[in-house]
């Protein structure tokens, strides 16, 4: 198991990288956003040869607002045209699996049709994912793709999906944490995992591990029965990175400690596949 962060998008990248890999983070979730992480304004070979400096993996992440769903057509090919983008950027990288978030926002039609306008997206995009070898996978996100029948109106369709799970998301507009339940019927597409304290309800806090009431070791102990052993990121949003380190650590204890209590050997060459 790898853990990482992702960059602040207003920041630049490469000064970035440098404070992950001083914290011993193994990897980048290297989010191409606006307004200095565009995927425009990146130089890809730079930010590659300053993972292999550092001996850092990478997994791409994009912005969590394309309009890929929308009922305006012009608009769905423009966020296509975006994602297009970052594959190019993320294959030079070497990124090996890029997350994408499903679209929602498609005002006065119903969800059938901005599920149809995902499907189209995606497969407008697949093509080129596989020209370039870097992979799609989708996030789950609250409200609308947050239970694996949601996810499961993407995923079914569309087998060449992965999945990119969120825990801190599986937490929040739900009775009840969906992290087992979306594992139980998709663990074995899962490709990446974002990990982050909150308090339920609809408050996304990204708070440090322990602050909230996501049931971390339940998660870990979720992961390793489908025999996860990739990338975990901590998506603690905090100036003070005191406690990103701090979430880190406990990561990596609890991690430790269910896989010596596991009755099972956790892959090593799921981790192999996903960089």
């Not at 630049?12 to 979730?29: H, K, Q, R, Y």
């Not at 890029?98 to 039609?109: E, G, K, L, S, T």
Request: aromatic fraction near 6%.
């Amino acid at each position: 198991m790898l853990i990482g962060a992702m960059n602040h998008p207003a920041n630049d990248v490469l000064s970035e990288i440098e404070w992950m890999a001083g914290m011993g983070l193994e990897f980048v979730d290297l989010t191409l956003e606006p307004p200095a992480a565009a995927s425009w304004r990146i130089d890809p070979h730079a930010v590659r040869d300053k993972l292999q400096e550092h001996g850092m993996h990478v997994v791409g992440h994009t912005a969590f607002y394309l309009p890929m769903g929308s009922a305006i057509e012009d608009v769905r090919r423009a966020s296509v045209c975006e994602l297009r983008r970052c594959l190019e950027a993320f294959s030079t990288i070497g990124a090996r699996w890029m997350n994408v978030h499903p679209d929602r926002h498609a005002p006065m039609h119903d969800r059938r049709f901005f599920i149809e306008q995902n499907i189209r997206s995606f497969q407008e995009l697949l093509p080129d994912a596989r020209r370039l070898g870097v992979g799609l996978m989708i996030e789950n996100l609250p409200g609308d793709y947050n239970s694996a029948p949601q996810l499961g109106e993407l995923l079914d369709p569309l087998p060449e999906l992965g999945l990119h799970l969120d825990i801190g998301h599986a937490n929040l507009q739900v009775p009840y944490n969906t992290t087992e339940e979306i594992l139980l019927a998709y663990g074995t597409r899962l490709r990446h995992v974002h990990l982050h304290d909150n308090k339920g309800g609809h408050a996304d806090l990204h708070l440090p591990l322990g602050a909230g009431t996501v049931d971390v070791r339940n998660a870990i102990r979720a992961l390793k029965r489908c025999e996860y052993n990739g990338t975990i990121t901590l998506e603690v949003f905090t100036p003070d990175r005191h406690y990103l380190a701090y979430s880190r650590d406990v990561l990596r204890r609890m991690w430790n400690e269910e896989s010596n209590a596991a009755p099972f050997t956790a892959n090593e060459s799921s981790l192999q596949s996903l960089l």
